[in-house]
């Protein structure tokens, strides 16, 4: 092989275009028209925390949420409401895992914020009739993002 050619084939090699690089979205922002919804991997503790911001109220931010990782993403779920020898009240909503190639810091898209209300007898559930779970979902706009912490 002459010098020459061996420079050419080198210097194609050099220029080709490397294997995109990706990592795993951090923090996710889901809105509804009334609700926001921040949900950070790994908070300043290390810990995932959730900010959840109704209307024009205060945010308020949960440490304590309740996640399941599952092969169709991350199921995160936050209690609501609880009435004592009434119902409990949770929302839950299913987070994809998200890969972010090389500059992209951002992706969007859709899922499903779902509202369950249960009974929360002192008796229990057995004098109750009929399902013992209502649940109604509503459509939530989402971004996935990297965040460097």
């Given amino acids: 092989m002459k010098l020459s050619t061996l420079v050419v084939l080198l ?12 990592r795993s979205a951090n923090q996710y922002v889901c809105k509804t028209s009334d609700l926001t919804i921040t949900f950070n991997i790994a908070g300043n503790s290390g810990k995932p925390t959730l900010q959840v911001q109704r209307g024009g109220q205060n945010p308020r931010i949960d440490t304590e949420v309740s996640l399941e990782k599952t092969s169709l993403g991350t199921l995160v ?26 500059d992209r810091f951002q992706s ?25 779970s209502n649940s109604i979902s509503e459509p939530i706009s989402c971004s996935a993002d990297f965040v460097m912490s």
């Fill in 11 to 22: 210097s194609a090699f050099s220029v080709a275009p490397a294997f995109a690089s990706s």
């Fill in 77 to 102: 779920i936050i209690e609501k409401r609880h009435i004592p020898d009434l119902a409990t009240q949770v929302q839950a909503l299913l987070l994809p895992a998200v890969n972010l190639n090389n």
């Fill in 108 to 132: 969007e898209f859709s899922t499903l914020l779902i509202t369950t209300t249960y009974p929360t007898t002192f008796f229990g559930t057995g004098g109750v009739d009929g399902p013992l």
